[in-house]
């Protein structure tokens, strides 16, 4: 990751996407034997936390003055690493803790079931490019404003959007399942929704997106279907290879 984010004139990107392993301290295994990555740091999350800094001050620069940068990972080191992004990015760029909550899986008896992934987003500058009207959501059905608005007290009449509503900071987002027509079978592939909704709210038409452990590619696939360039890398070759293949570059 490091030689190739090197190789990038700076302030290229839009969006840089990072979705590395989350020092769950296990080799995480797909569903084909050959699709597989490693997540054991000796249980050292200094160690973890050093790896994690040093590719994100490589890529930083990288960024455009307008950009977000979203760290994707969960329970096992996200405290850890807010304090690190704080110290890379300075407090005041931190513009959201998205909390992606999951249905799906098994259920746990020895306490509440942790269904949900952290994903810390920065940018560098007061102003970067943001478009939440691209992903607003269907109102509920209960919804009364949904029917027919709200009157304020100054008697002004507050109509529902036609697009629906805006997103709050956090997302429920099936896990991509085994039945699911995205399903790879790489480890810990995430939703494409998710993606969509990242690269939808945080670059511009045509914008360079960005993803440096792309995995099975999830990123590049909704940049690609969203008329974004694209940048993917990641340091196993069945990754690439699965990445290309979902991208129709191979067979
Ligand atoms: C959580 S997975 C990414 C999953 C991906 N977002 C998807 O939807 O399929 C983490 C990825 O980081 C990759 N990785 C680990 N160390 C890396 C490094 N030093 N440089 C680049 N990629 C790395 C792993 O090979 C793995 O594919």
């Keep these: 990751m490091l030689n190739v984010a090197l190789s990038f004139t700076p302030e290229s990107f839009d969006f840089i996407y990072l979705d590395p392993p989350f020092f769950t301290g296990k080799e995480q295994v797909g569903t084909k034997e050959n699709l597989r990555y490693q997540d054991s740091w000796d249980n050292d999350i200094d160690v973890y936390i050093s790896w994690l800094e040093e590719r994100i001050r490589v890529l930083k620069p990288l960024l455009k003055k307008t950009a977000t940068f979203v760290l994707h990972l969960d329970r096992h080191a996200v405290h850890y690493a807010k304090v690190m992004m704080d ?10 803790e998205i909390i992606w909550h999951y249905t799906g899986g098994g259920r746990s008896k020895s306490h509440f079931s942790r269904k949900h992934d952290n994903l810390l987003c920065y940018s560098l500058s007061d102003k970067p490019y943001f478009n939440l009207d691209a992903i607003r959501v ?9 029917k027919s608005g709200i009157r304020a007290k100054s008697g002004k ?5 036609p697009d629906g509503t805006p997103l709050d900071d956090v997302w429920s987002i099936p ?7 995205e399903r790879t079978g790489y480890p810990t592939q995430k939703p494409l929704l998710l993606l969509e909704r990242l690269i939808a709210a945080y670059t511009p038409e045509k914008g360079f997106v960005g993803d440096f452990c792309c995995g099975s590619g999830t990123t590049l696939a909704a940049a690609e279907k ?9 340091i196993s070759e069945e990754a690439v290879a699965s990445s290309r293949k ?3 570059l191979i067979d």
Excluded: Q
């Design 87 to 96: 110290s890379v990015f300075g407090r005041e760029f931190f513009r959201n």
């Design 157 to 161: 009449l507050y109509l529902p959007h």
């Design 226 to 234: 969203l008329g974004r360039r694209w940048f993917g890398c990641d």
């Design 175 to 181: 896990i991509v399942n085994p039945m699911s027509a």
């Design 138 to 146: 269907p109102y509920k059905k209960t919804s009364g404003y949904a």
């Design 246 to 248: 979902r991208l129709g």
